[in-house]
């Protein structure tokens, strides 16, 4: 079966830091785009972060430009969310998403493969 695990998040203060993982298993990552995304309560779902396969540039949300970095291991098959300068704002459960046409987007129903989430929370 495929399926995308999410780990990493926690409680963490204003101006820290955390880095999540989205593994997956089942199938290669290699060759698909994989985003993150994020929802609050009564929020819409917003696209974080997303990076192309077979790329290792990334592109991120204006929200969170400059503060998170999205990067991938082939070896590890694994995508990487390193979240830098948290802020309360930032707080919601956070997804990965894996998208077989290959490109990633910011757009939550182009993908086609997700993990169940992992929650972050950012307060003093």
């Known amino acids: 079966q495929l399926q995308l695990v999410e780990s990493g998040g926690g409680l963490v203060q204003p101006g820290g830091s955390l880095r999540l993982s989205c593994a997956a298993f089942?199938?290669?990552?290699?060759?698909?785009?994989v985003g993150w995304f994020r929802q609050a309560p009564g929020k819409e779902r917003e696209g974080v972060s997303y990076?192309?396969?077979?790329?290792?540039?990334?592109h991120s949300a204006d929200s969170v430009k400059g503060r998170f970095t999205i990067s991938r291991d082939y070896a590890e098959n694994t995508v990487y969310l390193q979240m830098n300068s948290l802020i309360p704002e930032d707080t919601a459960v956070y997804y990965c998403?894996?998208?077989?046409?290959?490109?990633?987007?910011?757009?939550?129903?182009?993908?086609?493969?997700w993990g169940q989430g992992t929650r972050v929370t950012v307060s003093s």
């Open positions: 089942g199938f290669k990552l290699d060759y698909y785009g």
């Open positions: 998403a894996a998208d077989d046409a290959g490109w990633g987007t910011l757009r939550a129903d182009e993908y086609d493969i």
């Open positions: 990076i192309g396969g077979g790329t290792s540039s990334g």
